[in-house]
T-cell receptor
Framework: DTGVSQDPRHKITKRGQNVTFRCDPISEHNRLYWYRQTLGQGPEFLTYFQNEAQLEKSRLLSDRFSAERPKGSFSTLEIQRTEQGDSAMYLC?????????????FGEGSRLTVL | AQTVTQSQPEMSVQEAETVTLSCTYDTSESDYYLFWYKQPPSRQMILVIRQEAYKQQNATENRFSVNFQKAAKSFSLKISDSQLGDAAMYFCAYRSGRYSGGGADGLTFGKGTHLIIQP
């Protein structure tokens, strides 16, 4: 499978716990994006990476959220001290970069439920 | 900042009929892309069709076509010969072009339209 993969697909946690999601983009893609999608809404941009550099962060990304892409390949999104409002689908997407067609390729998402 | 508006939370169509989903957007940029993405239940989001703003010709992909009205900032999706497999959430999305400055480099999405196909 050469698509974008995300792990875990589902995570249930108690309020106050930390959670980490992983995204493996398509191998030749150097841009990687994280989005959050709540029920009945479209995805909202969180942050993106060009290779290992985090180039932009949304105001939605509070200081409890941190994202990394240490070697320019896979990325992790960590949420510390989770709150019930963090319950959402976290989507990862990738694209090839400057030569791209504008299209983003999405993973199936990681659904977070905070109890 | 760019915004994307989908005014139809839900649409229903009979199988084999044609349906049009509406989308409007707001931008001050001249270079951008517009997309329609499909998100089936519990499945990943996939691209249906894309349109570059500099192209006047409307994009077409098999049964899917768009009506791109740049001056009106309107980008509707027409699905012909609707099939049961077309049932999904459809999201209209905007992305700044390569030569547009500033802003997030990702997609700005509308809230989506839930498309129901009646057998």
């Amino acid at each position: 499978d050469t698509g974008v993969s995300q792990d875990p697909r589902h995570k249930i946690t108690k309020r106050g716990q930390n959670v980490t999601f992983r995204c493996d983009p398509i191998s030749e893609h150097n841009r990687l994006y994280w989005y959050r999608q709540t029920l009945g809404q479209g995805p909202e941009f969180l942050t993106y990476f060009q290779n290992e550099a985090q180039l932009e962060k949304s105001r939605l990304l509070s200081d409890r959220f941190s994202a990394e892409r240490p070697k320019g390949s896979f990325s992790t999104l960590e949420i510390q001290r989770t709150e019930q409002g963090d319950s959402a689908m976290y989507l990862c997407a990738s694209t090839i970069g400057l030569a791209d067609t504008g299209e983003l390729f999405f993973g199936e998402g990681s659904r977070l439920t905070v109890l | 900042a760019q915004t994307v508006t989908q005014s139809q939370p839900e649409m229903s169509v009979q199988e084999a009929e044609t349906v049009t989903l509406s989308c409007t957007y707001d931008t001050s940029e001249s270079d951008y892309y517009l997309f329609w993405y499909k998100q089936p239940p519990s499945r990943q989001m996939i691209l249906v069709i894309r349109q570059e703003a500099y192209k006047q010709q409307n994009a077409t992909e098999n049964r899917f076509s768009v009506n791109f009205q740049k001056a009106a900032k309107s980008f509707s999706l027409k699905i012909s010969d609707s099939q049961l497999g077309d049932a999904a959430m459809y999201f209209c999305a905007y992305r700044s072009g390569r030569y547009s400055g500033g802003g997030a480099d990702g997609l700005t999405f509308g809230k989506g339209t839930h498309l129901i196909i009646q057998p």
